[in-house]
Nanobody, 121 residues
Framework: VQLVESGGGLVQPGGSLRLSCAASGFTFSRYGMSWYRQAPGKERELVAAITGTGGISNYADSVKGRFTISRDNVKSTVYLQMNSLKPEDTAVYFC???????????????WGQGTQVTVSS
């Protein structure tokens, strides 16, 4: 299993970024996928998750209405569109493969390397 994130960077408050996570080594469409983030000095937290078919998604309250998770099962890629970014969104964002078709209370065993998102003026 390999997960490779991209798309992070420095953005001003109110701006947008789209993260991508390219997956390989497993049958992508059979598994839910999640995005987590970890800010300095804080625990890793679930940001958004999506089922294997993409039909159901889930968001942390802090990002609802601003972030959108989606996936392309042909390209084996999951995305996180982040709009109206705030300084408190600054963190390293990680892609995670769920253990089954839908997310659970615990993350799966496979992580990407992470991509830094910094929201600052």
């Amino acid at each position: 299993v390999q997960l490779v994130e991209s798309g992070g960077g420095l953005v001003q408050p109110g701006g947008s970024l789209r993260l991508s996570c390219a997956a390989s080594g497993f049958t992508f469409s059979r598994y839910g996928m999640s995005w987590y983030r970890q800010a300095p000095g804080k625990e890793r937290e679930l940001v958004a998750a999506i089922t294997g078919t993409g039909g159901i998604s889930n968001y942390a309250d802090s990002v609802k209405g601003r972030f959108t998770i989606s996936r392309d099962n042909v390209k084996s890629t999951v995305y996180l569109q982040m709009n109206s970014l705030k300084p408190e969104d600054t963190a390293v964002y990680f892609c995670n493969k769920c253990e089954k078709w839908i997310w659970s209370s615990r993350p799966g065993d496979y992580w990407g390397q992470g991509t830094q998102v910094t929201v600052s003026s």
